[in-house]
């Protein structure tokens, strides 16, 4: 008998102890929630901004865009507006009433990207900025009429002097939206160079390289100097690497009962060898991240900008940046590519 009360209030203090050890990790489970909720509740809050500051190479980040309206029932109905011609770079403009039914829609903007200019010999274009994009889901009212309009690229094959023409932005005015727009892709290098610059004093040699590389005309950029490691010429001065990296171009406005989520236009990835050959990557673009994100590497040849246009089947993509170009020594002509339109997107339910 004494055995089993020994037992008894050794099995009986156990108990208290794993009861006291339980007690003390629920309150901190609690605690860890309440801390989960409230770093949720900063993130949801947050969320447009963390968004719209997230560069081309933070896209996983576009996932906290909201596709769906909070009770997440899918949309019913959706139309683009947008031009399709060939050339996939001119602009459109409409008004759409809401038909009804409908109660709930969302617009999203993708401003038209910037055109590319000729390389210079020897020398090349960058690709062209992206334009930016916007998002914002609001309810809607039978009969109310919104005003549609899509951004124009520029719409000719640039020569050096031209390329400095920005995309156009795409916009929905309405009940509801206040200037909601999306600007279009920054089209003159010089802006470009300024925005690098602002990075880091390396990014400057952008078109600062040593030996006399220069912008030209904001079109391009051109080795005026003794090339591949030539006397008085470091072949590092040609040797870099320019990372993609968001532009000013960006996207504005606000909703009475809505939030606006965006991303800023792009500056794509450059890699310049001294042996006078280049690698330009495109940045990604909302949307369509698996197909823009294009490579392309030339070396001793000259490349058109408008071979890779998208008459002939390139970067069909809205906002997209022009194709950029290659100049090999001895060629006397080499066009730039257009800039792709803009786009809007509408979904009702």
Same mark, same amino acid.
């Given at each position: ?64 865009i909201p596709t769906l309206p909070a009770t997440g029932c899918p949309w019913t109905g959706d139309f ?36 590319? /200019? @000729?390389?210079? +010999? ?5 690709? =062209? *900025?992206? %334009?930016?994009? !916007? &998002? ?65 004093p390396t990014t400057c040699l952008y078109c600062m390289f040593l030996g006399g590389c220069i912008c030209?005309? /904001? @079109?391009?950029? +051109? ?5 591949? =490691? *030539?006397? %008085?010429?470091? !072949? &590092? ?65 000259t490349i058109q900008g408008c071979t890779r246009s998208a008459a002939n089947g390139f970067m069909q993509?809205? /906002? ?9 020594? =001895? ?19």
């Open positions: 008998m004494a055995a089993d009360v020994l037992l008894y209030n050794a099995l009986n203090q156990t108990n208290r102890t794993l009861v006291n050890q339980v007690s003390t990790l629920d309150t901190n489970i609690a605690t860890q929630n309440s801390l989960c909720s409230a770093a949720q509740a900063t993130i949801a809050t947050n969320a447009p901004t963390l968004v719209g500051n997230a560069g081309p190479n933070q896209a996983r980040m576009w996932c906290a683009k507006v947008c031009n399709t011609a060939a050339q996939f770079n001119c602009g459109f403009c409409c008004a759409w009433t809401v038909p009804g039914g409908a109660s709930c829609a969302r617009f999203q903007l993708w401003g038209a990207g910037a055109g590319t /200019g @000729s390389a210079c +010999c020897c020398g090349f274009s960058p690709i =062209g *900025g992206t %334009g930016a994009y !916007a &998002s914002v889901i609001i309810p809607v009212t039978p009969g109310d009429v919104y005003t549609i309009c899509s951004g124009c690229a520029f719409c000719c094959f640039a020569d050096r002097a031209q390329n400095d023409a920005d995309g156009c932005p795409s916009f929905v005015t309405g009940t509801g939206l206040t200037n909601f727009c999306a600007e279009g892709g920054e089209g003159n290098l010089f802006c470009e160079v300024l925005t690098r610059c602002s990075l880091g030209n005309s /904001g @079109s391009d950029v +051109c080795w005026n100097g003794p090339q591949q =490691g *030539g006397v %008085g010429v470091p !072949a &590092s001065c040609f040797d870099n690497l320019y990372p993609m990296i968001s532009s000013c171009k960006t996207y504005f406005g606000s909703a009475t009962s809505g939030t606006v989520y965006g991303v800023r236009g792009s500056f794509g990835h450059i890699a310049v060898n001294y042996n006078s050959s280049i690698c330009v990557v495109h940045p990604p673009i909302y949307g369509f991240a698996s197909t823009s994100c294009c490579a392309c590497c030339v070396n001793s040849t993509i809205p /906002g997209a940046g022009g194709w950029a170009g290659f100049k090999n020594g =001895g060629a006397t002509s080499c066009a730039g590519d257009a800039g792709r339109m803009g786009m809007v997107c509408v979904s009702f339910r």
